[in-house]
T-cell receptor
Framework: DGGITQSPKYLFRKEGQNVTLSCEQNLNHDAMYWYRQDPGQGLRLIYYSQIVNDFQKGDIAEGYSVSREKKESFPLTVTSAQKNPTAFYLC??????????????FGEGSRLTVL | EDQVTQSPEALRLQEGESSSLNCSYTVSGLRGLFWYRQDPGKGPEFLFTLYSAGEEKEKERLKATLTKKESFLHITAPKPEDSATYLCAVHLGAAGNKLTFGGGTRVLVKP
């Protein structure tokens, strides 16, 4: 089945450590996104990529980094510079051709807790 | 500043008790408004796209409408399985397919 796979589902980090969240898709979508969700809040965009080897900052990119070396993969690194990293992280993908429908396909999310 | 505001934050309904959720926006250059459903601990699931004022979309017990300032998600005769957080988002047509999300409405339907 086509879809988006995020791993790990749960992750615990000590302060000062970098962690990398994995996101893989087999939908053949060009665009991929990373969102952060805090309890009781909506989604905020961290980074997005519309094509391989290119990505743009979203609204809250500070303390995060990404790479897009393959169409299928868009890993997110939460660095020690991110002051409040405990959150639910969601990866998504979408098509970029044709009429834009706003349909994002989301993974199951990764919950990061800083100890 | 572009904003998307959803109300109420939470809604408790009895099974069969119809209600409406609101999504108001103060953005310029709106190119689309979208509704998503999110179950606890899961990623959001796409429901509807609305492009212009007066447009309506339906899916089972859900009906979404759009005016120039806001959108409503009507839930008719809800069932417990309709319990979820409903998120709205807007597309401003800026570079890239970026969506700006509201804070969501948590809906609980009790049997």
């Amino acid at each position: 089945d086509g879809g988006i796979t995020q791993s790990p589902k749960y992750l615990f980090r000590k302060e000062g450590q970098n962690v990398t969240l994995s996101c893989e898709q087999n939908l053949n979508h060009d665009a991929m996104y990373w969102y952060r969700q805090d309890p009781g809040q909506g989604l905020r965009l961290i980074y997005y990529s519309q094509i391989v080897n290119d990505f743009q900052k979203g609204d809250i990119a500070e303390g995060y980094s990404v790479s897009r070396e393959k169409k299928e993969s868009f890993p997110l690194t939460v660095t020690s510079a991110q002051k409040n990293p405990t959150a639910f992280y969601l990866c998504a993908s979408s098509i970029t051709s044709g009429t834009y429908t706003g349909e994002l396909f989301f993974g199951e999310g990764s919950r990061l807790t800083v100890l | 500043e572009d904003q998307v505001t959803q109300s109420p934050e939470a809604l408790r309904l009895q099974e069969g008790e119809s209600s409406s959720l609101n999504c108001s926006y103060t953005v310029s250059g709106l190119r689309g408004l979208f509704w998503y459903r999110q179950d606890p601990g899961k990623g959001p699931e796409f429901l509807f796209t609305l492009y212009s004022a007066g447009e309506e979309k339906e899916k089972e017990r859900l009906k979404a409408t759009l005016t120039k300032k806001e959108s409503f998600l009507h839930i008719t005769a809800p069932k417990p399985e309709d319990s979820a957080t409903y998120l709205c988002a807007v597309h401003l047509g800026a570079a890239g397919n970026k969506l700006t999300f509201g804070g969501g409405t948590r809906v609980l339907v009790k049997p």
